[in-house]
């Protein structure tokens, strides 16, 4: 059965930083594509970031130069790196596993951050 | 940036067929997959590649994708079926991943 556990969500102040990972199981991490999506509580989806098999990145335009995906196979861990932190990047954080030119199949459970002096 | 447009709302009575349209330029051309997102839970793929559907999903959930409108379709509607529906594509312009705002369907 395909898991998908994120941690490292809290609060932090405007302009500081904070790292999610996201442990999985359950299938060969290193095959697939993952991706972030975040959600403004009691709003819609909005795509984060995306990382390929081979460590490929790409990142959506109000988080790009700010936010840093990677991956550590060996780990089956996928992870986050957010720096600069604005009130705006306030949301649920769901890691999921998805690629670039396919569908989102599997979703993790959303870590909450908070962003706020 | 590639924008995909959701009605906000959708009401139906049980056993009713619910559409939700999700509009874009030349849709038809890409894509489309869609997600349920019942409250205080992930998101759950329904349907992938415009018309495909996942194992576990029931029938009663169909896609279609044409011009400039892709339709999600639930026939026979239940209230379990009370939700929030998202439609995504690839934007191949900026290699990102696109969402519509959602549609909350509810069943009266």
């Known amino acids: 059965e395909v898991h998908l556990v994120a941690s490292g969500g809290g609060l932090v102040q405007p302009g500081g930083s904070l790292r999610l990972s996201c442990v999985v199981s359950?299938?060969?991490?290193?095959?697939?594509?993952m991706q972030w999506v975040r959600q403004v509580p009691g709003k819609g989806l909005e795509w984060v970031s995306g990382i390929g098999q081979s460590g490929d990145t790409y990142y959506a335009g109000s988080v790009k130069g700010r936010f840093t995906i990677s991956r550590e196979n060996a780990k089956n861990s996928l992870y986050l790196q957010m720096d600069s932190l604005r009130a705006g990047d306030t949301a649920l954080y769901y890691c999921?596993?998805?690629?670039?030119?396919?569908?989102?199949?599997?979703w993790g459970q959303g870590i909450l951050v908070t962003v706020s002096s | 940036s590639y924008v995909l447009t959701q009605s906000p709302s959708v009401s139906v009575a049980p056993g009713e067929t619910a559409r939700i349209p999700c509009g874009g330029d030349?849709?038809?051309?890409?894509?489309v997959h869609w997600y349920q997102q019942k409250p205080g839970q992930a998101p759950v793929l329904l349907i992938y590649?415009?018309?495909n559907r996942p194992s576990v999903v029931p029938e009663r959930f169909t896609g279609a994708n044409s011009g400039n409108t892709a339709t999600l379709t639930i026939t026979g509607v239940e209230a379990g079926d009370e939700a929030d529906y998202y439609c995504?594509?690839?934007?191949?312009?900026?290699?990102?991943?696109?969402f519509g705002g959602g549609t909350k369907l509810t069943v009266l």
């Open positions: 359950g299938f060969i991490f290193r095959n697939f594509d």
């Open positions: 030349n849709i038809g051309s890409k894509s």
């Open positions: 590649q415009d018309t």
């Open positions: 995504q594509v690839r934007d191949s312009s900026d290699d990102h991943q696109v």
């Open positions: 999921a596993r998805g690629g670039r030119f396919s569908w989102i199949d599997y």
